[in-house]
């Protein structure tokens, strides 16, 4: 017989010794305490175990909760960290499953994230002055080959009304008619949809193989923690899901400087929402959107003055109209056009005619580019690979996010707020402690 003492066999740097002293997993109970009954039923599992089951399955990357209730079942430093001796029986992994798909709600999981990201905020960890945003795709669940077709309504941009507005604001100087609203009909669009998992999207970008997926939005900080995300099927790109993250990205942090994005984020809106919100949009170059051996689309230069564009060769090309998606048309006098020497660069119309589109907020993106140019913008820029690039790499090949094994966009969610909260977790354990004695780093308590 042996008396063994389990606090003893965990070592002093272990990352959950540092967890455990860092938060107190009581404000679980303020959570959760309310959907359990002390008189009704059998008696429940300590919601404090459960959430820390999952945590050590997100914390180390364990690739599903069975095998994360078996790891425990051997692992002294699970054990201990789940306030469970040699002996006490281990949770049965199905409990665990039902309590996160069933039983907690999802506002539970965005206040646990929330939870550490504020704990994050009071020890002085988080520089929100320059955040960045991107997204990244999980494969979803679901066999590529289990799909059908069928109609679908196209995503409301929250900034419809708005655009229709000034368009019609701009064709009233032309003397033009104002639009009026589309019809909903005229919204549907054919998709593919999984008869696996309904909620996924087929996704496909560049070499990579066509597959279901979701897609997690993030947003961090130059110090790499997570600081919002929204998950939405794979087929949403991501400009359409940018106001949803950065609204409450700004909500929670209205110091917020630089906000910084890739290529794919560079739309007239994007630089028009941060601009006018008066922080700057640190966008890349983006290449122009024409053929090998034409003209490129800065070399038709904009007039503002008269209303007009100036070709490479001086022709004019007066205002035509302003179209439904924003941009004023500017169309070439096929006359002047049809003896040009540089046709054969300018335009392959059969009618020898040349039309050029100007977006009615097009100044935003050229104040974009003028911050880009600048050293704060070259700098902010620069740290996308060693930060929000980061993360996604962490987050896949250390923590189990290349691929989830549930279903449904709600249950994605959930599985992906906490997987980013335990990457904060982590992050701030690492940074308080420095050694096994508990001296802090260079980070500064609140009091």
């Known amino acids: ?213 979701y897609t997690s939005h993030v947003a961090c900080d130059k110090r790499n923690f997570v600081l919002e995300c929204e998950v939405t099927p794979g087929n949403v790109h991501d400009s359409t899901i940018f106001d949803a993250v950065y609204d409450s990205l700004v909500e929670r942090f209205p110091e917020i400087e630089t906000v910084t994005v890739d290529a794919a984020y560079k739309t007239p809106w994007i630089c028009k929402k941060i601009i006018d919100d008066g922080r700057n949009p640190s966008m890349p170059y983006k290449r122009p959107m024409s053929k090998k051996g034409f003209y490129r689309p800065y070399e038709y230069v904009y007039d503002e003055y008269y209303n007009c564009v100036i070709c490479p060769h001086n022709h004019v090309l007066p205002y035509s109209t302003t179209d439904r998606n924003g941009y004023r048309i500017f169309k070439s006098d096929p006359k002047v056009c049809a003896v040009c020497p540089g046709l054969s660069q300018c335009t392959e119309s059969k009618t020898h005619q040349k039309t050029v589109t100007k977006h009615i907020w097009a100044d935003y993106v050229e104040q974009a580019e003028d911050f880009r140019h600048s050293p704060a913008g070259k700098d902010s820029y620069s740290k996308r690979g060693e930060t929000i690039e980061r993360v996604f790499a962490d987050a896949k090949e250390k923590h189990g996010m290349r691929y989830t094994l549930h279903r449904g966009l709600v249950r994605v969610r959930n599985w992906t707020k906490l997987k980013f909260a335990a990457m904060n977790l982590k992050k701030l354990a690492l940074w308080v402690f420095r050694d096994p004695f508990g001296r802090l780093l260079f980070v500064q308590f609140a009091a």
């Open 1 to 213: 017989m042996q008396v063994v003492d389990l606090d003893m066999l965990v070592p002093q740097d272990h990352l959950l010794r540092k967890i455990d002293q860092l938060l107190d997993f009581d404000y679980i109970y303020d959570l959760v305490g309310h959907l359990y009954s002390s008189d009704v039923g059998r008696p429940a599992v300590d919601p404090v175990v459960l959430f820390k089951i999952v945590f050590i399955q997100h914390l180390f990357g364990i690739r599903s909760l069975r095998q994360t209730v078996q790891e425990v079942d051997m692992n002294i430093a699970y054990r201990w960290f789940l306030g469970l001796d040699l002996t006490t029986k281990v949770p049965h992994f199905s409990t665990v499953s039902y309590a996160f798909a069933t039983r907690f709600p999802s506002e539970t999981f965005e206040r646990v994230f929330e939870w550490i990201l504020e704990e994050a905020v009071l020890r002085g960890c988080v520089d929100p002055q320059t955040v960045f945003i991107d997204a990244t795709h999980v494969k979803a669940n679901a066999n590529r080959k289990k799909r059908t077709k069928m109609l679908a309504k196209k995503t409301a941009k929250v900034y419809d009304e708005q655009l229709r507005e000034e368009i019609n604001e701009d064709r009233a100087k032309h003397g033009k008619k104002p639009f009026e609203p589309k019809d909903d009909d005229d919204d549907e669009v054919e998709v593919t949809k999984s008869t696996t998992d309904p909620d996924c999207g087929l996704f496909q970008k560049g070499e990579h193989k066509v597959e279901f997926a």
